[in-house]
């Protein structure tokens, strides 16, 4: 039986994990490597790195950072942030990376899914959408959850999928960093209208909110979260045997 | 030595490095001379079957991977790289692999509840049967490993060691005499993974 992923997200910035509130006022965590080999060592199922450098200098600490955790640790990586060409996709996966997560160069170039899927293939395609309610719609934004792209979500997710995109990342930006909750509502919109996996991100504060997530959408595949990882708030592996004990199946 | 084929396909960087980590030297490469001097061989893989097939054949390497297996020397293929070893695929159109095993390759969507997404993606437990494969010496039944399919081998009763639960039983992993093959990803599935490679190193007599 296929099971229900569990998956830490490190924002890299300039070499270190930092992890942003609501996208903003980010304080410094960890180091990279170090918080990868902790997590993939209790249970984590996979890691997603997002690389919110802005220079091209820290484009390249990131990089050897990647290399460095990937020759150590032997569970999926999914990589994301700045990925924008397909020599940004051959970039971090040259590194070790599984999965190349597109966000904002998507929306700048939505032809970027397409070839992208064509080259490395459908599963290594990971389509990553910032999602927030405007007038009572479901609205995409860009550039890290600052830009209202004034474009319908639901319609843009589809649009992914069609061209190729193998998983969808959905981070909503109503609950993020607020710690009450996955956004159930808009979750179970998206799981509505595409077949491919889907990983909720947003809102975590507690174990509950993870039984909530799988049992209320059983079409989500993976819960994702980060500062409730890194702080210790929760410990994966006492939030598996939470989910065992809720008959959510999960691997320990 | 390990001589994991590079022959264009996919992402050789993890493997490397997680025959590193259980101290095994290992190298991507596509130089014959360097695969017909290592002691097993890994044929990787992901993407198109259709693609793969013909590197394989342009490339050369795929006869030297036959060659090699009629040598005794245990070899493994990975995910595509273990469809390669079937008769034929049935992945969009129908293409002949390299016969080492008897049986095909065919869509999932062919056996699992069309309720089930495609691929195949995530954690999933395997199950041995009646008796473990030393490959499989240091896990146990119910271990999990990272899939990432939405073909899977089939009419291969006889070399089947392991399947995975998704809806219906798939092919899991196979062997035939000293050539295995994995339809999930060992350097992508934690310590278990690590410890199926551990395994392959020491078939044979580790040397």
């Given at each position: ?30 180091s990279p490597v170090t918080l990868g080999k902790y997590y993939s ?212 | ?132 494969n030393e490959l499989f010496k240091y896990l146990s039944e119910g ?65």
């Open positions: 039986m296929i099971t229900k992923r569990i998956i830490p997200c490190l924002d890299v910035k300039d070499g270190r994990v930092v992890k942003g509130v609501n996208f903003m006022g980010l304080s410094d965590v960890s060592d209790n249970g984590a199922d996979e890691l997603v790195f997002y690389d919110i450098t802005a220079s091209s200098e820290g484009r390249a600490l990131f990089t050897d950072i990647l290399k460095e955790v990937a020759s150590t640790i032997f569970i999926p990586l999914t990589v994301g942030g700045g990925i924008n060409t397909l020599d940004d996709f051959d970039r971090v996966l040259k590194c070790g990376a599984d999965k190349v997560s597109v966000n904002s160069g998507a929306i700048r170039n939505p032809g970027l899914i397409y070839e992208a899927a064509k080259r490395y293939g459908d599963q290594c395609v990971v389509l990553s959408v910032d999602v927030k309610r405007v007038e009572g719609a479901f609205r995409v934004f860009a550039k890290g959850g600052r830009v209202d792209t004034g474009m319908d979500a639901l319609e843009w997710i589809k649009r992914g999928v069609d061209s190729g995109a193998g998983e969808i990342v959905l981070n909503s930006i109503d609950t993020d960093g607020v710690k009450r909750g996955f956004d159930i509502e808009m979750l179970d919109a998206v799981s509505k209208i595409v077949s491919v996996p889907i990983i909720a991100s947003g809102g975590a504060g507690s174990m509950a909110d993870f039984v909530e997530l799988f049992n209320k959408l059983p079409k989500v595949d993976a819960g994702l979260a980060a500062s409730i990882f890194h702080f210790g708030e929760v410990k994966i592996n006492d939030l598996k045997k939470t989910l065992i004990k809720n008959s959510i199946p999960v691997r320990i | 030595m390990v001589a994991i084929i590079d022959y264009g396909v996919g992402n050789l960087f993890s493997l490397v490095s997680s025959f590193r980590a259980i101290g095994k030297e290992a190298t991507a490469t596509s130089d014959p001379e360097v695969i017909r001097s290592a002691d097993r061989i890994i044929l990787p893989g992901v993407g198109a079957f259709e693609d793969a097939a013909k590197k394989l054949s342009l490339s050369g390497l795929g006869e030297l991977v036959v060659e090699m297996a009629a040598t005794g020397k245990p070899i493994m293929g990975i995910c595509l790289g273990m469809q390669l070893l079937f008769e034929r695929s049935f992945e969009y159109g129908e293409h002949l692999g390299l016969a080492l095993i008897p049986g095909e390759v065919r869509s999932i969507k062919e056996v699992i509840p069309n309720d089930y997404k495609v691929p195949h993606i995530g954690w999933n437990a395997l199950h041995f049967g009646k008796e473990k271990d999990f490993v990272y899939f990432v399919h939405s073909f899977y081998a089939t009419k291969c009763e006889n070399s089947v060691i392991a399947e995975a639960e998704y809806g219906a039983m798939l092919t899991a992993a196979v062997a035939k005499n000293n050539v295995y093959g994995c339809q999930f990803h060992p350097e992508k599935s934690g310590e278990v993974g690590l410890n199926i490679l551990r395994a392959f190193c020491e078939i044979g007599g580790s040397k």
